[in-house]
């Protein structure tokens, strides 16, 4: 169970055009969904989070306007890469979360993540 | 002051000998606690949640928390070469205004030598 999927698994785009990322919690409803973002040889950087049918929260110094995030249903968030420029080249992974107080509570179960390439 | 640290490694353990991870954390009120390991380029994995003092096992992993000591450790039995990786140790203080949001350690690198 807690299966998180992610799609595309990689994407490569000209600089300026737009990505669309999709997070899909596949076997239970996520009410909570995260972004982050990995570059090689660093650690996890949370973007933003994100609930069902309210506007994203995000982390001091990630531009909004520029990573876009829908979180539509309960088991689908997507994160849109705006104007991408090759500094946005990274490793994007979402996770997932339920609320509640039973086994695995509060744990965050991670997509398998998107490598975007930005030529 | 970091949040939540952890050595960064990297730690070489033999095969088949038992590799000792260590993990601290500075808020108090945090009431869940979670190993996750990380392959190169690939996204983390939870391998271990623990919410209570004491120990917990599952397999060849064990995982500890002293919540008096602001502590969490794993240890990993009988390493195998499929254990190297990079270990994250992640706190969740499961309050209304933070709920569900982890802090992450940098990690621990943990290399098994044939």
């Known amino acids: 169970g807690a299966v998180v999927s992610q799609h595309p698994s990689w994407v490569i785009c000209k600089s300026g055009t737009s990505v669309k990322i999709e997070c899909r919690s596949l076997d239970f409803q996520a009410t909570t969904m995260f972004w982050y973002r990995q570059f090689p040889k660093q650690s996890l950087m949370l973007m933003a989070t994100s609930n069902e049918g309210s506007k994203a929260t995000y982390e001091q110094g990630v531009e909004k306007d520029k990573f876009l995030i829908n979180h539509a249903s309960l088991t689908l968030s997507t994160l849109t890469v705006t104007s991408a420029h090759p500094e946005d080249s990274s490793f994007y992974i979402c996770?997932?979360?339920?609320?509640?107080?039973?086994?695995?509570?509060?744990?965050?179960?991670f997509g398998p993540g998107t490598r975007l390439t930005v030529l | 002051q970091k949040e939540v640290e952890q050595n960064s490694g990297p730690l070489s353990v033999p095969e088949g000998a038992i590799a000792s991870l260590n993990c601290t954390y500075s808020d108090r009120g945090s009431q869940s606690f979670f190993w996750y390991r990380q392959y190169s380029g690939k996204s983390p994995e939870l391998i271990m949640s623990i919410y209570s003092n004491g120990d917990k096992e599952d397999g060849r992993f064990t995982a500890q928390l002293n919540k008096a000591s602001q502590y969490v450790s794993l240890l990993i039995r009988d390493s195998q070469p499929s254990d190297s990786a990079t270990y994250l140790c992640?706190?969740?203080?499961?309050?209304?205004?933070?709920?569900?949001?982890?802090?992450f350690g940098a990690g621990t690198q943990v290399v098994v030598t044939p």
């Open positions: 996770s997932a979360t339920v609320r509640g107080r039973g086994r695995g509570a509060g744990a965050q179960f």
């Open positions: 992640a706190v969740n203080m499961m309050t209304t205004d933070s709920w569900g949001k982890l802090q």
